[in-house]
């Protein structure tokens, strides 16, 4: 299953204003399989590549692991951080997500690196956040440990 990705301008995140619908959203997702990182960081920089925007930066989030080269992972994400100037952060959400992995890349993307154990812990967080300006969620908000 090829991931799915989308770049939203903050002007588009408007919708976000709307926490109990989008709580009700995300925790209705499950998990189903592996994500494959390195198609969708490709994707999401494909995308933003050609944008003109100052900042740019990919949120990357997963339950679980991801199939293919670590190295080829930490390359991507350090080119697109030294060339083009696009950060990459990395969440996981749950146990089982590859905490390792996911640690390297937003150390390699220059970004953050957050996990959450339940869904709407994430929403609210991240939320908060984009109503703020913050540019990345706060590392106390996260779960450090997921039973």
Do not use: W
């Not at 588009?12 to 499950?30: A, E, H, N, S, T």
């Not at 083009?84 to 996981?92: K, M, Q």
Request: with cysteine; glycine share 10%; proline share 5%.
């Amino acid at each position: 299953m090829t991931p799915k990705s989308k770049v939203l301008s903050l002007e588009q995140v408007g919708l976000l204003r709307q926490q109990d619908l989008i709580d009700k959203q995300i925790d209705r997702l499950k998990p189903g399989g592996q994500t494959y990182f390195l198609p969708a960081l490709g994707q999401a920089r494909r995308q933003l590549e050609p944008n003109s925007a100052t900042k740019k930066h990919i949120v990357l989030l997963s339950d679980g692991a991801t199939r293919g080269s670590q190295g080829d992972l930490v390359d991507s994400v350090s080119e697109m951080k030294d060339k083009l100037a696009i950060r990459v952060s990395t969440i996981g959400l749950g146990a089982d997500a590859d905490i390792r992995t996911m640690k390297r890349i937003a150390q390699y993307g220059g970004g953050s690196f957050q996990l959450f154990c339940k869904p709407s812990d994430l929403a609210k967080v991240v939320l908060a956040g984009l109503l703020s300006g913050s540019t990345s969620p706060d590392p106390a908000e996260g779960a450090q440990n997921c039973p």
